[in-house]
């Protein structure tokens, strides 16, 4: 099974869920797909990490072989390619490495070699199994970097997976193969807005989800109302607690010091199951 | 010369859009740009009046003509994206690469047109503001936040304003490369949490990449006041000035629910104080980098 933490908005608590969740259960796997800016590993703090290099194809051009004749910049749908007027320079941070430009060069002229865009990390915290991605400084594509995260998902497992941010293709990228998905919101305008726009994307990827609003008690009703509206399921709600703050600043997973809250979050993925099951 | 200033943050949730609305409110001469295009959020504390809206179009999608089509599977095969499935295709997952058509014995495939979101230009209190909508599950972000930057350098030029005040989005992917690539100053806006200082040391080293000019602002710094220690050394050694500290305080989500900017909902407040002087600051910066760059000219 595979459970997605999301939320259009940023900062509203994806990662205190998923890591809360994932310790309450027990023996999962978690993974951060949020490879702009991880932030899994800051509260679990993984030792003997597994780390691995993640390349992408990226055009090669055999400027021996190169007539300038322009037919791969003029291909390039992503502005990967320049054509000047006595050679042939690829961007590589604007290739999509989608091997068009190979395909059309008359002159075989271009190969693909693998470039490294980030890394893979992996390492096991008690029975917490824990893969995250980090994409290197400079990088705009995290995609591909994402999609190799989500080969680490394990079928017969209970899989947790950390989204980034937004409603964009980075977002759709995890949500996608999910069997449940879970929008941390905050009850404030932003959270109510932010919210909106993902529930139109989950509603376009057709995967059931349910909302857990994150430091309940600090804005307005917005929220609330929202989900009353649209008949979307709360499945919790965290109230706002500066002693979970402070946890958190501090780096700790709140069901370490807070032990009520392993129940809940352990109700919590019961309720999850039976909502995935009556989907079927 | 118009001056674009960006409020990042790496990790979302920190204050980004609520500061820099602020700041927008404090600024004389100043055109806003959102350019969170994934989820944007400075509309709700500005209300712009939309005067003009352009859809953005910039991609393409395969389409293909079921009667051509003959099943044979090479697209499907060339697809890298893995965005054809039984000679179907996948718009969410289609980049429009083109390589399909190209690979099609049947001329069956063609690139089409795709609009990806809207851009808008429109009028606020607080002034002109540029701001964009992707629409859901799109991608090509960072080339609309390219297109949000334009408009915003557009409008300042043409009503002699100096400076343009970009609020950009979580991350230090695609979208926020397109906006900080070439601007003059990144304002930080960071949180004394863990993952708030990872978050910001990897987007520091990204403006560090480009060559912008770094200020740091501690959100909520009462919350953690090591952390917060840490993060001014981090600063200190890192050529970043640290514009200084706020703390936490629901004053900032009183003034988002009554969707105003905190110096309007609350002008004399310590942190309206605060975040004038800041402004004040980074004003002064921009001059004096001016003067700067005049120099070297000469």
């Known amino acids: 099974m595979i459970i997605t933490v999301a939320s259009g908005k940023g900062g509203t608590g994806k990662t205190t869920v998923a890591v809360n969740l994932a310790l309450s259960i027990g023996s999962t796997n978690l993974l951060d797909c949020d490879v702009e800016e991880p932030n899994v590993h800051t509260l679990l703090l993984p030792t003997n990490l597994q780390t691995s290099s993640v390349t992408v194809p990226t055009p090669s051009v055999d400027q021996g072989k190169c007539t300038l004749c322009g037919k791969c910049a003029e291909f390039c749908q992503f502005n990967a390619i320049f054509v000047g007027k006595t050679k042939t320079m690829i961007y590589n ?26 890394r893979i990390h992996q390492s096991s915290i008690g029975d917490t199994r824990l893969v995250y991605g980090e994409l290197s400084i400079g990088e705009p594509i995290a995609t591909t970097l994402i999609k190799r995260v989500k080969d680490q998902v394990k079928p017969n497992a209970i899989n947790i997976l950390d989204a980034p941010p937004g409603t964009a293709c980075p977002v759709i990228e995890t949500m996608r193969d999910s069997d449940f998905l879970v929008l941390v919101t905050e009850p404030t305008p932003f959270g109510l807005h932010d919210l909106s726009m993902a529930v139109d994307v989950v509603k376009e990827l057709n995967i059931p989800f349910g909302v857990i609003i994150n430091r309940a008690g600090i804005g307005d009703e917005g929220v609330t109302e929202y989900c009353r509206k649209n008949d979307i399921q709360i499945l919790m709600e965290i109230p706002f607690n500066r002693t979970i703050a402070e946890l958190y600043s501090r780096g700790i997973p709140f069901i370490q010091e807070m032990p009520e809250w392993r129940n809940r979050f352990n109700d919590l993925f019961v309720r999850i199951t039976e909502l995935v099951k009556n989907g079927e | 010369m118009v001056n674009e200033v960006a409020v990042i943050s790496g990790k979302g949730g920190t204050g980004k859009t609520t500061i820099c609305a602020a700041l927008g409110m404090i600024a004389d001469e100043i055109v806003m740009a959102d ?133 950009g989005s979580p991350g230090i992917g695609c979208p926020v490369i397109a906006t900080v690539t070439g601007i003059k100053l990144g304002i930080i806006v960071t949180e004394p949490t863990m993952s708030g200082i990872h978050d910001m040391q990897r987007v520091l080293e990204l403006l560090k990449r480009f060559r912008v000019k770094a200020m740091v602002i501690i959100n909520k710094f009462d919350l953690n006041l090591e952390n917060t220690e840490a993060i001014e050394r981090y600063c200190a050694e890192n050529d970043a ?49 001016d003067t700067e760059e005049h120099h070297t000219m000469h």
Request: net charge negative; proline share 4%.
């Open chain 1, 93 to 118: 941070e604007m290739c999509h490495s989608c091997g068009g430009c190979k395909l059309v060069c008359p002159e075989d002229a271009i190969n693909e070699v693998e470039r490294p865009i980030g």
């Open chain 2, 35 to 167: 350019c969170d295009v994934d989820a944007p959020d400075l509309h709700i504390l500005l209300s712009p009046t939309i005067k003009s809206t352009t859809a953005f179009v910039a991609s393409k999608m395969a389409v293909i003509d079921e009667d051509l089509c003959t099943s044979c599977g090479l697209c499907e095969e060339a697809c890298r994206f893995d965005a054809i499935t039984d000679s179907k295709v996948d718009s969410i997952a289609c980049e429009g690469c083109g390589v399909c058509e190209f690979v099609c014995p049947e001329h069956a495939i063609q690139m089409t047109d795709h609009q990806s979101g809207n851009l808008y230009e429109s009028d606020t209190r607080v002034g002109r503001m540029a701001h964009a909508k992707l629409l859901p599950g799109e991608g090509n972000s960072g080339r609309l936040v390219t297109e949000v930057r334009k408009l915003a350098t557009r409008i300042a030029t043409e009503n002699g304003l100096s400076t343009v005040l970009i609020d």
């Open chain 2, 241 to 289: 000035e640290v514009l200084g500290r706020i703390k936490f305080d629901s004053i900032m989500t009183q003034s988002m629910v009554a969707a105003q900017t905190l110096p309007e909902f609350a002008p004399d407040h310590e942190i309206s104080q605060l975040l004038q002087a800041f402004w004040c600051r980074v004003t002064e910066s921009l001059s004096s980098h």
